[in-house]
T-cell receptor, first 110, second 114 residues
Framework: GENVEQHPSTLSVQEGDSAVIKCTYS??????FPWYKQELGKRPQLIID?????GEKKDQRIAVTLNKTAKHFSLHITETQPEDSAVYFC?????????FGRGTSLIVHP | NAGVTQTPKFQVLKTGQSMTLQCAQD?????MYWYRQDPGMGLRLIYY???????DKGEVPNGYNVSRLNKREFSLRLESAAPSQTSVYFC?????????????FGPGTRLTVL
């Protein structure tokens, strides 16, 4: 599958700050972009997703934006809390097979 | 509903030994997947099954085989384990073959090959 580049690999913020994680992809046919959160020792779980015909989607403190022209999408977390500390994975899908980024370890300091 | 379940949770093998990782889902999903997760590498697809009766290779299939036993169960077999196969293995399922369906992951199997 096509690669997905995810940055940064580690992100450290103070509680209450915002966090932004960015992913870029190369396959212009990608049409679905999910984000997963994985807490230490747990399974990945979907937190938000966006389809290619939508530019932005928001769910409480998290939002995802998609720029199809530039082929990048970003996860935004506002008012971060210690329980947001986890590894976040972006992914992109074209038809049936998803390709995941390498993950961002978010650390929220109280 | 239990969702996606995997057995065993932990396993230690010696080089050359074989074993089968079991996965089952009770959500009546059509598609099932096996991933491996290594530090700094994200989730890499080993094999997938779009529907009962079909299986296909993913990004890193070498050294593995799979069986879609029925709609609920999808097993992953290591015929001759190697230290490079030390990893955490996740099984996942989704409702259909199409792009927009959420994948649900199992709790993972932590495998160490000595």
């Amino acid at each position: 599958g096509e690669n997905v580049e995810q940055h940064p690999s580690t992100l450290s913020v103070q509680e209450g700050d915002s966090a932004v994680i960015k992913c870029t992809y190369s396959d212009s046919a990608s049409n679905y972009f999910p984000w997963y959160k994985q807490e230490l020792g747990k399974r990945p779980q979907l937190i938000i997703d966006i389809r290619s015909n939508v530019g932005e989607k928001k769910d409480q403190r998290i939002a995802v934006t998609l720029n199809k022209t530039a082929k990048h999408f970003s996860l935004h977390i506002t008012e971060t809390q210690p329980e947001d500390s986890a590894v976040y994975f972006c992914a992109r899908r074209r038809s049936y097979i998803p390709t995941f980024g390498r993950g961002t370890s978010l650390i929220v300091h109280p | 509903n239990a969702g996606v379940t995997q057995t065993p949770k932990f396993q230690v093998l010696k080089t050359g030994q074989s074993m089968t990782l079991q996965c089952a889902q009770d959500m009546n999903h059509n598609s099932m997947y096996w991933y491996r997760q290594d530090p700094g590498m994200g989730l890499r697809l080993i094999y997938y099954s779009a529907s009962e009766g079909t299986t296909d290779k993913g990004e890193v299939p070498n050294g593995y085989n799979v069986s879609r036993l029925n709609k609920r169960e999808f097993s992953l077999r290591l015929e001759s384990a190697a230290p490079s196969q030390t990893s955490v293995y996740f099984c996942a399922s989704s409702d259909s073959w199409t792009a927009y369906n959420e994948q649900f992951f199992g709790p993972g199997t932590r495998l160490t090959v000595l």
